[in-house]
């Protein structure tokens, strides 16, 4: 009687690798799932601080504005100059330089369409603000980068997509109602496999007289 040679048959050896084959491929695409949601996740939390954070510095500058020195501030207007209050003298508000807050497209974006800075957010703008309009001392300073073309929800088509009775909004814009003053912000972050994560805030503020 012939005893069993020890070790694998072709048949178990295709079997065991393909199973093998299995195992492995699992624990890849576990991985990988589990790094795009890590990567998404991720991308969220910056949206979220950094859209946080260039709100805050806007209001802080609006907070000092005179209601009757804005201007450019229509319902949905991407741009806003104000004075900010500089002093009070017998009574009277003495009002500094005026200020701009804007949107603008990016240097590295132009607003063409196409993610031109293959960082997955295509026509992202810079939110600047303009100190000393006109002035000897007119400089300006970027508050925030890749902030979105249009607020979310809304696209350039003449209508009132996300239904907050302003058309065509973009992604920084203003409202002024009164003494009151509508500030809406939203930022891009890409994630992965091209997937971009947008994080928004509104607020709303009372103005000086």
Avoid: Y
């Avoid at 048949?11 to 890590?38: D, H, K």
């Avoid at 009757?68 to 100059?81: E, H, I, P, Q, R």
């Avoid at 974006?109 to 196409?114: A, E, K, L, S, W």
């Amino acid at each position: 009687m012939k005893r069993r040679t020890a070790g694998f048959t072709l048949l178990e050896l295709a079997v065991s690798t393909g199973l093998l084959g299995l195992v492995v491929g699992s624990a890849l695409a576990m991985s990988m799932a589990g790094r795009n949601a890590f990567t998404q996740a991720n991308a969220s939390v910056s949206a979220n601080a950094k859209v946080r954070r260039a709100l805050e510095r806007a209001v802080s500058e609006l907070n000092w504005a005179g209601a009757d020195t804005l201007s450019n501030c229509s319902a949905g207007a991407s741009t806003v100059s104000f004075q900010p209050l500089e002093s009070v003298a017998g009574g009277v508000a003495i009002w500094g330089p005026t200020r701009r807050l804007q949107l603008v497209p990016s240097a590295n974006d132009p607003d063409d369409g196409i993610d031109n800075d293959g960082d997955g957010v295509i026509d992202e703008c810079d939110l600047v603000l303009t100190i000393d309009v006109g002035g000897a001392g007119e400089r300006s300073i970027t508050l925030c980068t890749q902030v979105t073309e249009m607020f979310p929800g809304e696209t350039l088509n003449g209508l009132d997509d996300n239904g907050n009775a302003i058309v065509d909004e973009r992604g920084f814009n203003v409202e002024s109602v009164g003494d009151f003053l509508t500030v809406r912000l939203s930022v891009a972050e890409p994630g992965e496999n091209d997937r971009t994560t947008a994080s928004s805030i509104t607020t709303s503020i009372t103005l000086r007289n």
